[in-house]
T-cell receptor, first 114, second 112 residues
Framework: EAGVVQSPRYKIIEKKQPVAFWCNPI?????LYWYLQNLGQGPELLIR????????DSQLPKDRFSAERLKGVDSTLKIQPAELGDSAVYLC????????????FGPGTRLTVT | GQNIDQPTEMTATEGAIVQINCTYQ??????LFWYQQHAGEAPTFLSY????GLEEKGRFSSFLSRSKGYSYLLLKELQMKDSASYLC?????????????FGKGTKLSVIP
């Protein structure tokens, strides 16, 4: 079966510019996660969706970050405007459902803000 | 939330056995995960422990002691390809809440 797909894999932008990341989870997975991972750190949850509903977005910096998961499948994460500190890898993951299920991660988008 | 602690780096020799420890502090418990992450790649699932004891899966085993808030990942017959970061992760407590909190990861270097 196809894994979690993310695009783009790499993105370089200047500060104050907008950027968007796209994620297509594994077919049939109801729960979708966006994580941020800095170098040498573990992933940190930004937002979790159950179907199309954002059920945990307490870690999402809402002044500049937004996310959506229309129709409960694909999801986009947007940053506007980007800041230098946003340089990181943005990982998308999905799991069968909410619960102690294995999460399957996509390859991530490496964002560099200059 | 959870507080998870694991060593930053470890080095071991090809063919040897290495144990990567993880301690956690939690107000509730919903199991403990181990993930492997090669440099520049996505984390991949290794194991999930919810009961005390050792679970073996090929060359990899994972141990859990809930009373001690302690887990370890045991890698046997180390191979060069095992060089990676190993992430310990625990779900937050609370009914229906399965937000994973990850440790910072242990970077394992396997040398010839």
């Amino acid at each position: 079966e196809a894994g979690v797909v993310q695009s783009p894999r790499y993105k370089i932008i200047e500060k104050k510019q907008p950027v968007a990341f796209w994620c297509n989870p594994i077919s049939g997975h109801n729960t979708l996660y966006w994580y941020l991972q800095n170098l040498g750190q573990g992933p940190e949850l930004l937002i979790r969706y159950e179907n199309e509903e954002a059920v945990d977005d307490s870690q999402l910096p809402k002044d500049r970050f937004s996310a959506e998961r229309l129709k409960g499948v694909d999801s986009t994460l947007k940053i506007q405007p980007a800041e230098l500190g946003d340089s990181a890898v943005y990982l998308c993951a999905s799991s069968l459902d909410a619960g102690p299920y294995e999460q399957y991660f996509g390859p991530g988008t490496r964002l560099t803000v200059t | 939330g959870q507080n998870i602690d694991q060593p930053t780096e470890m080095t071991a020799t090809e063919g040897a056995i290495v144990q990567i420890n993880c301690t956690y502090q939690t107000s509730g418990f919903n199991g403990l995960f181990w993930y492997q992450q090669h440099a520049g790649e996505a984390p991949t699932f290794l194991s999930y422990n919810v009961l005390d004891g050792l679970e073996e899966k090929g060359r990899f085993s994972s141990f859990l002691s809930r009373s001690k808030g302690y887990s370890y990942l045991l890698l046997k017959e180390l191979q060069m390809k095992d060089s990676a970061s190993y992430l310990c992760a625990a779900p937050n407590s609370g009914a229906g809440s399965y937000q994973l909190t990850f440790g910072k990861g242990t970077k394992l270097s396997v040398i010839p």
